[in-house]
């Protein structure tokens, strides 16, 4: 099927992005969605965009939580969205420890491809949001467009080490919701331009 026919999403992180970062996750308890995360999330659906979270869960894999956990959060999850309207339409997430070296880990594409073949998604142009480095490397390496979040672990990656990186984010937004309306105007922008014209994905005036 050519890329022309798929449809291009929106790739989630989910802790320090959707929900607040506390380490790990080891209990339901400890699952506090972002008041503004809820909105954000309903935007995109109403735009038509596959919502996709990609996490990596590796305290599953170093035992500190079962791998049933990792369900019961993303059931939750999805449960506290539909109360006001909102929807994830696909869960990845990889509990493998960094030293296991499987392909399913961010920043390697293994869950994207995942989710690509299962939902008939084009990875390039694409959008993935979240607060590591390791989604701004995601991003790269699917050839999608990349915005780095300052919630969770965000400002202090951001402020400490973004320098560093050999890969930076195409944009940078204070949370969930300002990283959507980057999306949603980049996008409207593109498809109003004619093809000639269409703008370039920078991160100028991102903020």
């Given at each position: ?23 790990y ?13 809820v ?28 791998e049933?956990?990792i ?43 995942r ?19 390791a ?22 990656e ?22 959507v ?27």
């Open positions: 099927m050519a890329d022309r026919a798929l449809r291009r999403a929106v790739f989630l992180d989910r802790d320090g992005t959707i929900c607040e970062e506390v380490g996750l080891n209990h339901i308890s400890r699952l506090h969605i972002y008041p503004f995360a909105q954000a999330i309903r935007r995109l659906n109403d735009a038509g965009f596959p919502v996709i979270v990609v996490t990596n869960q590796s305290g599953a894999g170093r035992g500190y939580f079962p049933s956990l369900a019961q959060v993303h059931e939750r999850m999805q449960h506290d969205l539909a109360v006001s309207g909102a929807r994830i339409d696909a869960f990845y997430a990889c509990p493998h420890r960094t030293e296991e070296g499987c392909e399913c880990r961010k920043p390697r594409t293994g869950m994207l491809e989710a690509a073949r299962e939902h008939s998604l084009a990875l390039a142009g694409s959008w993935v949001v979240g607060d590591r480095k989604d701004v490397d995601l991003a790269r390496n699917a050839r999608a467009h990349s915005i780095f979040v300052l919630t969770g672990y965000g400002r202090g951001y402020e400490w080490h973004v320098r560093e990186w050999e890969n930076q984010p195409d944009f940078v937004a204070d949370h969930l919701g300002a990283a309306t980057i999306i949603l105007q980049r996008e409207a922008a593109n498809a109003a331009a004619p093809a000639a014209e269409r703008p370039t994905m920078t991160p100028e005036g991102a903020r």
